[in-house]
């Protein structure tokens, strides 16, 4: 099956900071999603993007479908920033995304 | 606006018992899904469901049971609660191969 690697683990940085978290994944998706793990335990929906690239305030994202990977851009750092940042894929139109093991990210005052 | 709710935040139940989840979804998506998380073991998918009665076994279903008598709702039951069935419980629904939305989650302790 599908196999996602997101790095790095973990991240810890201080507010104001860019970064960029990354998502590469073994085989062709045609659902690739960013989420963010909030410390109460909710997912919210950053990007569903199989490909191209996407912003959304300080959040952009880009996929490259042909090299299969993602990248997740967080700009100018705020501490409700902090979390874990998943990414799912989907090879199948109907059934199950695979997660990567996430990144959790601190934002430091 | 997407909606996809759960019946309990926190529920605190006793070894044996029998648990009801529900989750409802308001965005008539075909496919509802049930994942629980764990610390260092990321989110697991349980079952999903892809149409009013139809379900399919996740990647860890043993202890558990679902039912989907209606669209937009999906249930999950523990037939007897067990102390390694302690976990975040995540509902999740989506259309086709679109955006997959989740509920708030439950946290789930058995004693």
């Known amino acids: 099956g599908i196999q996602v690697e997101q790095s790095p683990p973990d991240l810890i940085l201080q507010e104001g900071a860019n970064s960029t978290l990354r998502c590469n994944f073994s085989d062709s998706v045609n659902n690739l999603q960013w989420f963010h793990q909030n410390p109460w335990g909710q997912l919210i929906n950053l990007f569903y993007?199989?490909?191209?690239?996407k912003q959304n305030g300080r959040l952009s994202a880009t996929t490259v479908a042909t090299e299969r990977y993602s990248l997740l851009y967080i700009s100018s750092s705020q501490t409700t920033d902090s979390g874990v940042y998943f990414c799912?894929?989907?090879?199948?139109?109907?059934?199950?995304?695979?997660w990567g093991a996430g990144t959790k990210l601190i934002i430091k005052p | 606006d997407v909606k996809v709710t759960q019946s309990s935040r926190y529920l605190v139940k006793r070894t044996g018992e029998k648990v009801f989840l529900e989750c409802v979804q308001d965005?008539?998506?075909?496919?509802m899904f049930w994942y629980r998380q764990d610390p260092g073991l990321g989110l697991r998918l349980i079952y999903f469901?892809?149409?009013?009665?139809?379900?399919e076994k996740g990647d860890i279903p043993e202890g558990y049971s679902v039912s989907r008598e209606k669209k937009e709702r999906f249930s999950l039951i523990l037939e007897s609660a067990s102390t390694n069935q302690t976990s975040m419980y995540l509902c999740?629904?989506?259309?086709?191969?679109?955006?997959?939305?989740f509920g708030p989650g439950t946290r789930l302790t058995v004693t």
């Open positions: 469901s892809y149409d009013v009665k139809m379900k």
């Open positions: 999740a629904s989506k259309s086709g191969s679109y955006e997959q939305y």
């Open positions: 993007i199989p490909s191209g690239t």
């Open positions: 799912a894929v989907g090879a199948d139109s109907n059934y199950q995304l695979i």
């Open positions: 965005m008539d998506h075909e496919n």
